[in-house]
């Protein structure tokens, strides 16, 4: 305390002086009409700047939680699409309402780890058994189909990424529907794909887009790339079609997990059938 009143004396003449000043201010400010509307105008347009940053600080550190919902949203819209229903043509002539059953459903998720310049790569999301994911399950993203689950915990799977010399998806040209299958090759370029398998006589043009087909994991028309380059071959010499995959996979940050609601039946089935 005595070292603060010995501060204070020493520079009490500064300390007046900035009193006065302030003094003066603010009197000018009150007593004219022009300074103080100028002087109103400037502070709000100072506090709205500062209350401006600060919303911005506050949504930055808000954005994990904001993604986390928009992802969440988009897979309760995803449910509603309609080609996550089909047809129960049974039910036609009773109540039109309830032709259409629900076949997919989806899951969102966040991907906490990704490779993708490897020779066979992986990701793994934050979402397990406990949210209801099983091996086998299709992954897509918002722009198409990223790979198939093949390991779960309780919170967290890996995910088979489609840059992976392993997957192979049931894909058909979306103008003409004639199915073939999708592969990636060991060229390590994660923005191109091979579509291979497809009858000789189907005119196929660069830029013709490609989907996922019915037989697939995925619903029916679920984007995979565009025809980039005709009669190309793979290293193992493979003569297929060139594909832009539509999927950005060094970007990936969310992803919706696919749930077949058929899925068990129609293995069980296909398992009779083979025995």
Sequence with gaps: MRNLLIFISKYNAFFL???????????????????????I??????????????????????????????????????NQLKSSFYVDSSSVKTVADTIYKQQYSYIAARVINNSFNRRNNYLTINRGSNAGITKGMGVIS???????????GPNLSTVQSLLHEN????????????????IWDNNLDPTKAMLINIMKQVKIKVGMPVVTSGYSLFPEGTMLGHISRLDAKNSSNVTGF??????????????????????????ALEAQEKQ
């Design 17 to 39: 002086f900035i009193i006065f000043e302030v003094t003066s201010l603010v009197i000018f400010v009150k007593y004219n009409d022009f300074q103080k509307a100028t002087f």
């Design 41 to 78: 105008s400037s502070s709000n347009e100072v506090i709205g700047n500062i209350y401006l940053k600060a919303d911005q600080v506050t949504d930055y550190f808000k954005l994990g939680i904001t993604n986390d919902s928009l992802a969440r949203e988009n897979a309760r819209l995803r």
């Design 142 to 152: 918002s722009s198409g189909v990223v790979g198939i689950v093949i390991n779960t």
């Design 167 to 182: 997957t192979r998806i049931s894909a058909m040209l979306a103008d003409s529907n004639n199915v073939g299958s999708l």
């Design 242 to 267: 060139e594909v832009n995959l539509s999927v950005n996979f060094s970007n990936l940050q969310y992803v919706y997990v696919v749930t077949n609601k058929l899925a068990k039946e129609q293995e």
